[in-house]
């Protein structure tokens, strides 16, 4: 079964950084798009920022500038720099990834559980 693991959270000052990690695994023959998702409390959802296989990105642009997505297709993980954190980037970080199980199936979204990454002084 696929599954998928964050990594990295926790408490950081405002203008810290902090680095997450996500690695996918069990039964993967491909994985198209990886990305950072997070929810703060009261809100929905959202996008922080996406990479496709190919390398190509998007990010929220309440994020650009500071915060940077990389990814290591043979590792099939995910990377989130944050940098100059602010109190508003509080939230719990879920990574998702576009995976297909068999060579020529569709691609199926997974979830981590998600990491928290609290920003405060």
């Known amino acids: 079964q696929v599954q998928v693991v964050e990594s990295g959270g926790g408490l950081v000052q405002p203008g810290g950084s902090l680095r997450l990690s996500c690695a996918a695994s069990?039964?993967?023959?491909?994985?198209?798009?990886m990305g950072w998702y997070r929810q703060a409390p009261g809100k929905q959802r959202e996008l922080v920022a996406a990479?496709?296989?190919?390398?190509?990105?998007n990010y929220a642009d309440s994020v650009k500038g500071r915060f940077i997505i990389s990814r290591d297709n043979a590792k099939n993980t995910v990377y989130l720099q944050m940098n100059s954190l602010k109190p508003e980037d509080t939230a719990v970080y879920y990574c998702?990834?576009?995976?297909?199980?068999?060579?020529?199936?569709?691609?199926?979204?997974?979830w981590g559980k998600g990491t928290l990454v609290t920003v405060s002084s």
């Open positions: 069990g039964g993967i023959s491909s994985i198209y798009a």
């Open positions: 998702n990834a576009d995976v297909r199980i068999t060579t020529m199936g569709p691609y199926m979204d997974y």
């Open positions: 990479v496709t296989s190919g390398g190509s990105t």
